[in-house]
């Protein structure tokens, strides 16, 4: 069973197991390189420090997933929007964790008092695309060519949901 919880020190080398994942295989992040430990451990610490919410999905005690959102843009009337990310790790996709991940989020978000929250997506990821919409999300903008990896450009898609 999937439990979604907050995040604690212990789970962050599994997150930055999924993060580095991505980062090598797959244009869901926009890094080259993969991160040290001491990266993760910066983030999470801002984070904290911040207030965001960074949450997890635990299955038999393995993390399988990680959700948080932040800032959209640093702004003062940007103040009630949010940018989440939500990543499962390799093998566990189309299991329900990403769903459960998003649904906590939209939830704190709400809860926080926020209005909007937005998903940066690489325009050729079609299983993101539906994941999005599944929940609610409508695209709200593409930028062509703001990004390269692995060796061609690619577009960036801004998906938003109304909370």
Do not use: C
């Amino acid at each position: 069973m999937i439990e979604i919880i907050p995040a604690l020190p212990s789970h962050l080398p599994e997150i930055l197991d999924i993060v580095n994942h991505n980062i090598l295989h797959s244009t869901a992040l926009y890094d080259y390189h993969i991160k040290p430990q001491e990266y993760i451990d910066t983030w999470f610490a801002d984070k904290q420090s911040a207030g965001w919410p960074v949450i997890v999905a635990v299955d038999d005690n393995k993390v399988v997933g990680y959700g948080t959102y932040g800032p959209f843009r640093y702004k003062d009337g940007y103040k009630f929007t949010v940018e989440h990310s939500v990543y499962v790790a390799d093998g566990y996709s189309g299991k329900g964790m990403g769903g459960q991940l998003l649904k906590e989020l939209i939830h704190l978000a709400k809860v926080g008092g926020y209005h909007t929250i937005i998903g940066g997506i690489d325009a050729g990821n079609a299983g993101s695309i539906a994941f999005h919409k599944k929940y609610g999300f409508t695209e709200a903008g593409l930028l062509k060519e703001t990004g390269f990896k692995f060796g061609r450009w690619l577009d960036l898609l801004f998906m938003q949901k109304m909370l």
